[in-house]
């Protein structure tokens, strides 16, 4: 199993492109996670889903948007990248939210920054 | 609401000390406790999970954790550090009710020789 794979690993964009964040997942989990990362502030929740067709808004939603519309990819698509959203980011993926159903298996994270 | 507190942002112990990197939570529901670690340029692994079995939880790495409720801590230990413990440290916490992981803001771990 590749577990969750993403894509790119790194990239550099201008102030006002678009681009898209891949993540897929082969461990058939019902829950996927979009996280960013930003140093000294630990791991923010942008968004969620709970299954395909299924999305929810985390806690720093603005700026972003996700789909899902198979159980495998969960894309993090941003439309007018602003400096602010220079992170790391982390796809994530669980089969269910509690007890041993709930641990979280985190992607390798992509650099991105927008200059 | 949910919260997690790790306090220290950055420990430093010598090689072959005790590690301890606290996490205290705050939660109206017993909740769901876990410990993730993350080297450098990496996503974050599982240590250990507390799922309301057993308070002592044994993980990889010969880390543990002791679920404390009275406390509301679940700090994490090892009793001798080694070179290769230096990372990142994420408390995190989840319940049954809602679809969320908080996360702690994390500890970084330095081992000194």
């Known amino acids: 199993n590749a577990g969750v794979t993403q894509t790119p690993k790194f990239r550099i964009l201008k102030i006002g492109q678009s681009m898209t964040l891949q993540c897929t997942q082969d461990?058939?989990?019902?829950?996927m996670y979009w996280y960013r990362q930003d140093p000294g502030m630990g791991l923010k929740l942008i968004y969620y889903?709970?299954?395909?067709?299924?999305?929810d808004k985390g806690e720093v939603p603005n700026g972003y948007n996700v789909s899902r519309s198979t159980t495998e990819d969960f894309p993090l698509r941003l439309e007018l990248a602003a400096p602010s959203q220079t992170s790391v980011y982390f796809c994530?993926?669980?089969?269910?939210?509690?007890?041993?159903?709930?641990?979280?298996?985190f992607g390798p994270g992509t650099r991105l920054t927008v200059l | 609401a949910q919260s997690v507190t790790q306090l220290g942002s950055h420990v430093s112990v010598s090689e072959g000390a005790l590690v301890l990197l606290r996490c205290n939570y705050s939660?109206?529901?017993?909740?769901?406790l876990f410990w993730y670690v993350q080297y450098p340029n990496q996503g974050l692994q599982l240590l250990l999970k507390?799922?309301?079995?057993?308070?002592l939880v044994k993980g990889i790495n010969g880390f543990e954790a002791e679920f404390k409720k009275s406390e509301t801590s679940f700090h994490l230990t090892k009793p001798s550090a080694h070179m290769s413990d230096a990372a990142e440290y994420f408390c995190?916490?989840?319940?049954?009710?809602?679809?969320?992981?908080?996360f702690g803001t994390g500890t970084s771990l330095t081992v000194i020789p």
């Open positions: 994530a993926s669980s089969y269910g939210t509690s007890g041993s159903l709930g641990e979280q298996f």
């Open positions: 461990m058939n989990h019902n829950y």
């Open positions: 889903s709970v299954g395909a067709g299924i999305t």
């Open positions: 939660s109206s529901v017993p909740p769901y």
């Open positions: 507390y799922t309301s079995a057993a308070t």
């Open positions: 995190a916490v989840s319940q049954d009710t809602g679809n969320q992981f908080y």
